[in-house]
C-alpha cells in the first residue's frame, strides 16, 4: 500500500521569502506524484506532476518541486512567495501500475504574510 | 478544460436519512472516484470506478454506496446518514489513456448530519 507523509501541518513565509512545502512518499514501484492547492470552499487545482524524466518539475503560479528518489520525496519549492499563495496544498503518489487512485497526504497550511 | 460538478455545494440531513450526492463530468473520463476531506486527515478515499456498472471499494467504504449507471454520473449514497459522515465530500475523475493518473476535482459538497 502506498502512504504520504506531510510532516508540517502549517508553513509560514513573509511575502517575498522562498518557501518549502515537504512531502514523502512510500509506494511500491514507480511513483506517479503530484501537488493540489485547495482555496478557501474550494475543490482541488491542479499544481504540478512528476511522471517520468526531469527531477525538477515546474507547474502553475511560479511552483516548482524536486523529485528525489533516494530520499522518497518531492517538495513543493516557490522562489519568491505572495500572499495570495496562501491556501492547502496536497501532495498525493499513486503507483505507476495497478490502482489509478491518488493517495494523499493530511496537507500543510500556508501562510504567507505581507 | 475539464469540469467536474457537484450537486450541490452545501447539504443538512438528518441523522437515519437517506442521502445522495451526484457527481457529473463532462470529458468522457472512464474513471472517477469519491474521497472525504476531514481536517488533518487528507482526502480518503471512499469508491471509485474505472467503468460504467464498475465499483471498487477504496479506503474508507463503509457506511456508503456507489451508482454509475452512465459514464458521466457517479453518485455516492449514504443509506442512513450518521454524524460521523459530516465531512466535504469531493468528486474527481481522471482518463486512462493519458497514462498519468491526473485527476479533476468538483468543487465539493460539504455534508452537515445532525
Known amino acids: 500500500a502506498q502512504s504520504v507523509a506531510q510532516p508540517e501541518d502549517q508553513v509560514n513565509v513573509a511575502e517575498g521569502n522562498p518557501l518549502t512545502v515537504k512531502c514523502t512518499y512510500s509506494?511500491?514501484?514507480?511513483?506517479?506524484l503530484f501537488w493540489y492547492v485547495q482555496y478557501p470552499n474550494r475543490g482541488l487545482q491542479f499544481l504540478l506532476k512528476?511522471?517520468?524524466?526531469?527531477?525538477l518539475v515546474k507547474g502553475s503560479y511560479g511552483f516548482e518541486a524536486e523529485f528525489n528518489k533516494s530520499q522518497t520525496s518531492f517538495h513543493l519549492k516557490k522562489p519568491s512567495a505572495l500572499v495570495s499563495d496562501s491556501a492547502l496544498y496536497f501532495c498525493?503518489?499513486?503507483?505507476?501500475?495497478?490502482?489509478?487512485?491518488?493517495?494523499f497526504g493530511s496537507g500543510t497550511r500556508l501562510q504567507v504574510q505581507p | 478544460d475539464v469540469k467536474v460538478t457537484q450537486s450541490s455545494r452545501y447539504l443538512v440531513k438528518r441523522t437515519g436519512e437517506k442521502v445522495f450526492l451526484e457527481c457529473v463530468q463532462d470529458?468522457?473520463?472512464?474513471?472517477m472516484f469519491w474521497y472525504r476531506q476531514d481536517p488533518g486527515l487528507g482526502l480518503r478515499l471512499i469508491y471509485f470506478?474505472?467503468?460504467?456498472?464498475?465499483?471498487e471499494k477504496g479506503d474508507i467504504p463503509e457506511g456508503y454506496s456507489v451508482s454509475r449507471e452512465k459514464k458521466e454520473r457517479f453518485s455516492l449514497i449514504l443509506e442512513s446518514a450518521s454524524t460521523n459522515q459530516t465531512s466535504m465530500y469531493l468528486c474527481?475523475?481522471?482518463?486512462?489513456?493519458?497514462?498519468?493518473?491526473?485527476?479533476?476535482f468538483g468543487p465539493g459538497t460539504r455534508l452537515t448530519v445532525t
Open positions: 474527481a475523475s481522471s482518463f486512462t489513456a493519458s497514462g498519468t493518473h491526473e485527476q479533476y
Open positions: 509506494v511500491s514501484g514507480n511513483p506517479y
Open positions: 512528476y511522471i517520468t524524466g526531469d527531477n
Open positions: 498525493a503518489v499513486s503507483p505507476d501500475m495497478g490502482r489509478r487512485a491518488l493517495t
Open positions: 470529458m468522457d473520463h472512464e474513471n
Open positions: 470506478s474505472y467503468d460504467v456498472k464498475m465499483k
